[in-house]
Nanobody, 123 residues
Framework: QVQLVESGGGLVQDGGSLRLSCAAS????????MGWFRQAPGKEREFVAA????????YYADSVKGRFTISRDSAKKTVYLQMNSLKPEDTAVYYC????????????????WGQGTQVTVSS
């Protein structure tokens, strides 16, 4: 089993920044990539970004490209999501997820999920 704990969410104004963290514990050696997803009220959970543990390669959703940056600290088994130029439409619960597969954009490809952290961007 792998446990994930997110932190860093909060309330920020339009144009502001936040940094989310996701700490992994347990059998992390079986995982190959970490992803961030988000879910706004009444909407489907959507892919935000993902990073490979091994070589640090990344992939982003078009909606966040150029504004968000995903990074990792392999020694701490922690992944970060730096979010800049936040917009009200970024408001959602943000989840980190991991699994045995590499970088994937579909939520079903990830086996382990955190509890989520709320990000609210006010206009």
């Amino acid at each position: 089993q792998v446990q994930l704990v997110e932190s860093g969410g909060g309330l920020v104004q339009d144009g502001g920044s936040l940094r989310l963290s996701c700490a992994a514990s347990g059998r992390t050696s079986i995982t190959r990539a970490m992803g961030w997803f988000r879910q706004a009220p009444g909407k489907e959970r959507e892919f935000v970004a993902a990073i490979s543990w091994s070589d640090g390669s990344t992939y982003y959703a078009d909606s966040v490209k150029g504004r968000f940056t995903i990074s990792r600290d392999s020694a701490k088994k922690t992944v970060y999501l730096q979010m800049n130029s936040l917009k009200p439409e970024d408001t959602a619960v943000y989840y980190c997820a991991t699994g045995r597969g590499g970088i994937r954009v579909g939520a079903a490809a990830y086996e382990y999920w955190g509890q989520g952290t709320q990000v609210t961007v006010s206009s």
